[in-house]
């Protein structure tokens, strides 16, 4: 009897000590979700992107971590809060000074939209021509000249810059057969970006932009940086992140409080660089004009903030993405970088970026897998879909006119998650997540004989629908 109790007593003990660990470890799990959910409020820049180099005495930002010991590594902790400071810290990294030029300009490759690296000179000057100012529906996007030092209308250029390490694998794959890598993706850390640029004459006050020598149609000019794409491939990601910067003030907003059933004309009390203060601006404003292109801007603005869609009276539209999350998370690291950030980068705000949830897909294979069975239909941001962050994403010196997506609806105010466009509208796995990439595609035009024009044609084929249905 004593024995038995002697027993009993100790399964009741073992018990108890097995309920109390297992109790605490979930309370240990509760209280880590709980910090994950309060750091995701609180999406603040930390002071360590902003340490001074003692030597040079100039902001010198780390590269963010992206291999599988990153943030990334995990897709079930891995926040939308991560993705936001991946991009800021990866604009800051590239806009490093080295020896008076961003680290994106020394060290990165300016290529032109077949991969092939344009003319290297001992400068590292930005070269620029006459074929590098049209965007992918065909436009050309002009600067308002009431803006300007010489009341001069402007066009805005666009310049492309890889990494080795995606140059290197882009110049890989693109002569094989596509057979052989259906389930291949660039490796982590692969890199390019785009670049918006107008002549510094189009800015009366040029003070908080970044100006740079460039050679523009043979021609040596000194131009003023506006918009930046920065894309990039993070474990679990092969996707990419796609996140956009632009200049503070190129652009008045729609003003979605207002609007209840029908637009809301758009105005601005000042001249900025794409909207001039006597005009209004209507749905029309942001109509694809490629085959009749204006002599000045087309007085365009900005439709959804961040590329967090709204609708009337200013609430979030449903999608795939919290969109009350996703805003306020940028809106508080961009306050949050402003307050630290003390250079011409202070005058630059993120945009917002847009990305995949492949939680529940192994990397890279099922990933890939993934990513090809969505194929065209990558962009879908219905509520249940996969696409996360800003799913309206666009960059108001590159998307100008395809803000509101492929099929765009008769009003503004109308627009709808079957009406939208972002990234994936237009980069989207075609049997492959190389595909995603348009230079890789270039390169694979190159292979086949083609020029650098009949690649940009093709391009602008694949947006003639969107074209026409904006007339």
Request: proline share 3%; glycine share 4%; charged share 20%.
């Amino acid at each position: 009897m004593k024995l038995f109790k002697l027993i009993l007593c100790l399964t009741l003990s073992i018990t108890f000590i097995i309920a109390c660990k297992k109790k605490k470890e979930e309370k240990t799990k509760t209280e880590s979700y709980s910090n994950k959910v309060s750091s995701n409020s609180l999406c603040t820049a930390p002071s360590s992107w902003f340490n001074i180099d003692s030597l040079t005495g100039k902001r010198k930002t780390k590269a963010p971590k992206e291999d599988k010991s990153s943030v990334f590594g995990n897709n079930i902790t891995v926040s939308n809060c991560d993705f936001h400071q991946w991009s800021w810290q990866k604009f800051l990294w590239l806009t490093n000074d080295i020896a008076g030029k961003p680290l994106f300009m020394r060290k990165l490759i300016q290529v032109d939209n077949q991969n092939v690296p344009v003319a290297v000179n001992e400068n590292q000057k930005i070269i620029l021509s006459s074929k590098d100012n049209i965007q992918a529906t065909g436009d050309v996007l002009r600067s308002n000249k009431a803006f300007s030092k010489d009341n001069t209308s402007y066009d805005v250029y666009y310049s492309i810059h890889v990494n080795d390490t995606l140059h290197k694998n882009i110049e890989k794959y693109a002569s094989m057969d596509k057979s052989s890598y259906i389930d291949t993706s660039f490796p982590v850390g692969s890199l390019e970006l785009k670049v918006a640029w107008v002549d510094a004459k189009a800015i009366k006050d040029t003070s908080s932009y970044f100006l740079t020598d460039a050679v523009v149609n043979g021609n040596n000019t000194q131009i003023a940086l506006l918009g930046m794409h920065v894309v990039g491939i993070v474990y679990n990601h092969p996707e990419f992140i796609w996140a956009t910067f632009e200049h503070d003030d190129l652009i008045p907003y729609y003003d979605w409080k207002t609007t209840t059933t029908s637009d809301i004309p758009v105005t601005s009390k000042t001249n900025k660089l794409f909207f001039n203060k006597n005009a209004t601006g209507t749905i029309d404003n942001l109509a694809s004009h490629y085959k009749t292109p204006s002599k000045d801007s087309a007085n365009v603005f900005a439709v959804n903030k961040y590329g967090v869609p709204r609708q009337a009276q200013n609430t979030f539209l449903e999608t795939s993405q919290d969109g009350a999350e996703n805003y306020n998370n940028i809106d508080v690291i961009n306050k949050s970088v402003k307050s630290k950030l003390k250079d011409i980068w202070n005058n630059y705000f993120y945009n917002g970026s847009i990305w995949i949830d492949t939680e529940g897909y192994s990397y890279p294979t099922e990933q890939a897998t993934l990513l090809n069975s969505l194929g065209g239909n990558l962009s879908n941001s219905a509520p249940g879909k996969l696409t996360r962050g800003s799913v309206a994403a666009y960059n108001i010196t590159m998307e100008t006119f395809e803000q509101l997506g492929f099929n765009p609806p008769p009003s503004i105010h109308q627009q709808s998650v079957s009406t939208m466009g972002n990234c994936f509208s237009c980069h989207n796995s075609d049997n492959s997540p190389l595909t995603i990439s348009h230079v890789f595609n270039g390169a694979v035009s190159r292979e086949s004989g083609q020029s650098k024009q009949e690649t940009k044609q093709k391009h602008l084929n694949e947006v003639l629908e969107f074209v026409k249905n904006m007339k």
